[in-house]
Nanobody, 126 residues
Framework: QVQLVESGGGSVQAGGSLRLSCAVS????????LAWFRQAPGKEREGIATIDSDGSTSYPDSVKGRFTISRDNAKNTLYLQMNNLNSDDTAMYFCAAPRAYISRCLSRRSTDFGRWGQGTQVTVSS
């Protein structure tokens, strides 16, 4: 049974940084497509970073240059480094994996991901 467990959320002032972690059990998944999503109240879940098995990454313009997704396969852990945070980044953050083991993420659409963590809250105050 694959489990994704996020940690590292919290409250931070605008301009600050946080690093989120996602522990991936069922070790195989840690070597395949993984992603970070976020969802603010009243808004749709938004894909903000993906990482392929070869380390290739993708980001939307809203976070590009500020957020960095990375993985440590030896620790079965996914990370999201978030810098220069602003109030628009306030949301629940989730790590996710597709239902199938695929090496390259198909998209940042939530419908392409079927396995989710419970989320960790990030609150940015101005």
């Amino acid at each position: 049974q694959v489990q994704l467990v996020e940690s590292g959320g919290g409250s931070v002032q605008a301009g600050g940084s946080l690093r989120l972690s996602c522990a991936v059990s069922g070790g195989v998944y840690s070597r395949y497509c993984l992603a970070w999503f976020r969802q603010a109240p009243g808004k749709e879940r938004e894909g903000i970073a993906t990482i392929d098995s070869d380390g290739s990454t993708s980001y939307p313009d809203s976070v590009k240059g500020r957020f960095t997704i990375s993985r440590d396969n030896a620790k079965n852990t996914l990370y999201l480094q978030m810098n220069n945070l602003n109030s628009d980044d306030t949301a629940m953050y989730f790590c996710a994996a597709p239902r199938a083991y695929i090496s390259r993420c198909l998209s940042r659409r939530s419908t392409d991901f079927g396995r989710w963590g419970q989320g960790t809250q990030v609150t940015v105050s101005s």
